[in-house]
């Protein structure tokens, strides 16, 4: 059984950076991060895929977030930069057995607990 545990959310001005991680028990992985705003159908934010050979990112947050990763650690990062106000939400790590960095959410076996992430304007 794999964990995620995510870690690195918190309140933010907007125009600022946070970075999130999230430590991946078990085997390497594809790995990815989604959020949902309140109100909101939880989406697609990036993806790595086990190899770090591909990467996708959100049309909303290309160019402000990037992904990484390192595997010595089982770790994916989430780096945001230029917040603004609709980058709120819960951020959540998530895992899939496989090579493909998919975007949907139903190709992810494991989950983590989800962080706040608030961008005050």
């Known amino acids: 059984q794999v964990q995620l545990v995510e870690s690195g959310g918190g309140l933010v001005q907007a125009g600022g950076s946070l970075r999130l991680s999230c430590a991946a028990s078990g085997r390497t992985l594809t790995m990815a991060w989604f959020r949902q705003a309140p109100g909101k159908e939880r989406e697609f934010v990036a993806v790595?895929?086990?190899?770090?050979?591909?990467?996708h990112y959100a049309d909303a947050v290309k160019g402000r977030f990037t992904i990484s990763r390192e595997n010595a650690k089982n770790t994916v990062y989430l780096q945001m930069s230029s917040l603004n106000a609709e980058d709120t939400a819960v951020y959540f790590c998530?895992?899939?057995?496989?090579?493909?960095?998919?975007?949907?959410?139903?190709?992810?076996?494991?989950w983590g607990q989800g962080t706040q992430v608030t961008v005050s304007s």
């Open positions: 790595n895929s086990w190899d770090g050979g591909s990467t």
């Open positions: 998530a895992a899939r057995v496989g090579s493909g960095a998919a975007t949907e959410s139903y190709y992810y076996n494991y």
